[in-house]
T-cell receptor, first 110, second 120 residues
Framework: DAKTTQPTSMDCAEGRAANLPCNHS???????VYWYRQIHSQGPQYIIH???NNETNEMASLIITEDRKSSTLILPHATLRDTAVYYC???????????FGTGTRLTVIP | GAVVSQHPSWVICKSGTSVKIECRSL??????MFWYRQFPKQSLMLMAT?????????EQGVEKDKFLINHASLTLSTLTVTSAHPEDSSFYIC????????????????FGPGTRLTVT
């Protein structure tokens, strides 16, 4: 699986959009981009995943660049409960073991 | 979404004793479950892959005789930490995937809430 690079930490004002970037320049053609988050002392939570097209669900939107070498997770209206570590993971199917890098620690500020 | 539970949520044990952690998929069947370990301020590290009805596959550096995994049914996998020592104190998390998601040939993994083990 391709490795990913994410900023160590980010802050976001409550109510504003949080944009979390991820670089995956070595991604192969059939690898998906997955996003998970981990709130303190809890198990990770699935957010969204995509291959080429942008994806949106009730939690977030995923924007993948045309060359697929990077992506951005967007939380449209961040709340204090969105404070967590966000992991960008590249995987062929998502079924196998997931490699969790260091992630981005997002802090939503009141 | 699917629910994965773990029991206990936390446990304190004395050095040299064994501790069993249960991971259950509550509303779906999971032929495969994963066990991760997370030390403070570090990321999750895969320990082993648990397959229903067969032996678990352990990651390099994980002692299979120390971390016993049993996947006796499609909804239950257990991790037993044998002869626990203080260095085994960690946050143990299991996960399972629900199955093909939306027909795209991909899977969403669901994680348990974790079990915090403290060995004194």
């Amino acid at each position: 699986d391709a490795k990913t690079t994410q900023p160590t930490s980010m802050d976001c004002a409550e109510g504003r959009a949080a944009n979390l970037p991820c670089n995956h320049s070595t991604i192969s053609g059939n690898e998906y981009v997955y996003w998970y988050r981990q709130i303190h002392s809890q198990g990770p939570q699935y957010i969204i995943h995509g291959l080429k097209n942008n994806e949106t669900n009730e939690m977030a939107s995923l924007i993948i660049t045309e060359d697929r070498k990077s992506s951005t997770l967007i939380l449209p209206h961040a709340t204090l409960r969105d404070t967590a570590v966000y992991y960008c993971i590249v995987s062929y199917t998502g079924a196998n073991n997931l490699f969790f890098g260091t992630g981005t620690r997002l802090t939503v500020i009141p | 979404g699917a629910v994965v539970s773990q029991h206990p949520s936390w446990v304190i044990c004395k050095s040299g004793t064994s501790v069993k952690i249960e991971c259950r998929s509550l509303d779906f069947q999971a032929t495969t479950m994963f066990w991760y370990r997370q030390f403070p301020k570090q990321s999750l590290m895969l320990m082993a892959t648990s397959n229903e009805g067969s032996k678990a596959t352990y990651e390099q550096g994980v002692e299979k005789d120390k971390f016993l995994i049993n996947h006796a049914s499609l909804t239950l996998s257990t991790l037993t930490v044998t002869s626990a020592h203080p260095e085994d104190s960690s946050f143990y998390i299991c996960s399972a995937h629900l199955g093909l998601a939306g027909g795209r040939g991909t899977y969403e993994q669901y994680f348990g809430p974790g079990t915090r083990l403290t060995v004194t």
